[in-house]
């Protein structure tokens, strides 16, 4: 159990690997959902956590607006004793 080696990667998740690459590059809003039903009309059988893992592995991250960006920053307080 120290010395585990890993098994080879298999040619269908290097193809799988490939198409997504493609995929993000020509949408990089799409996630994992999107890119699992854009592998299945390809005819490869992969999930959703499949495609994500695929994903992680790598580093590819969907583009989409994150959380509170209209808010101002915390940094940037208003000081009223300075706007007189």
Do not use: F
């Not at 992680?56 to 920053?73: A, G, Q, T, V």
Request: glycine content about 2%; proline content about 6%; overall charge positive.
């Amino acid at each position: 159990s120290i010395y585990y080696k890993t098994s080879p990667v298999s040619d269908e998740e290097l193809a799988c690997k490939e198409i997504i690459d493609h995929l993000h590059t020509d949408n990089p809003t799409w996630g994992a959902r999107q890119m699992s039903a854009q592998l299945k009309n390809r005819c490869y059988h992969v999930g959703r956590r499949k495609a994500r893992r695929y994903m992680n592995e790598m580093d590819i991250y969907p583009i989409y607006p994150k959380m509170n960006l209209s808010k101002r920053m915390q940094q940037a307080k208003i000081c009223p004793y300075l706007l007189r």
